[in-house]
């Protein structure tokens, strides 16, 4: 296992776009989560996954992301109409249940 | 106020100098975590710890569960210690989800 994979590394895309970004977390992990990491800030929780189950979505979860788990495996996080506040790094990790924590090497968006 | 607070943000040490990295936190927590993060994104567990004192190495990690508080100290610093050490903890109710401090950014100079 090479730990937690996030595609694509980087993502460049005009404000209005959509774009989708993938998590391939470690395959015996059963929780998933999304994190978003602003410059010069620590991450914030955005949604977590148990198996296929959403479980907990974050205020900063507006209607224009969303994302999914569909067999309990990999995770799609997408952000309808991006912004330029939706900048930043936005981070995978796994676990199972609470150990192993792993993170991914995270997705850096910039809406020009 | 934040929920999870660092100091200090920023330190600068010598090479060789023993550094500690302080972590205060106001909600109940299941366990608390000690984050490395380098530049390009990419963060590494250092520790997970949720009672007394760990070692790995030249880093140590100690809480203090009725004080809520946690350190992290580097002993022997060295210039390839130069991260962001980020302290995150699981609050109660075992979601699994982390409550992340702002992070200090430390640079040893050779």
């Known amino acids: 296992d090479t730990g937690v994979s996030q595609d694509p590394r980087h993502k460049i895309t005009k404000r209005g776009q959509n774009v989708t970004f993938r998590c391939d977390p470690i395959s015996e992990h059963n929780r998933l989560y999304w994190y978003r990491q602003t410059l010069g800030q620590g991450p914030e929780f955005l949604t977590y996954?148990?198996?296929?189950?959403?479980?907990?979505k974050s205020r900063l979860l507006s209607d224009r992301f969303s994302a999914e788990r569909p067999k309990g495996s990999f995770s799609t996080l997408e952000i309808q109409r991006t912004e330029q506040g939706d900048s930043a790094m936005y981070l995978c990790a796994s676990s199972l249940g609470q150990r192993g924590y792993t993170f991914g090497s995270g997705t850096r968006l910039t809406v020009v | 106020k934040n929920e999870v607070e660092q100091s200090p943000q920023n330190l600068t040490a010598q090479e060789g100098e023993f550094i500690t990295i302080n972590c205060s936190y106001s909600v109940g927590i299941s366990a608390l975590h000690w984050l490395q993060q380098h530049p390009g994104g990419g963060i590494v567990s250092l520790f997970m710890?949720?009672?007394g004192k760990k070692k790995h190495g030249r880093l140590i990690a100690t809480i203090n569960i009725q004080e809520k508080h946690s350190s992290l100290h580097i002993t022997a610093s060295h210039p390839r210690d130069s991260a962001v050490y980020i302290c995150?903890?699981?609050?109660?109710?075992?979601?699994?989800?982390?409550?992340f401090g702002q992070g200090t950014t430390l640079q040893v100079k050779p």
């Open positions: 996954f148990q198996n296929e189950a959403q479980l907990e």
């Open positions: 710890l949720s009672s």
């Open positions: 995150a903890v699981h609050s109660s109710g075992n979601t699994g989800k982390l409550i």
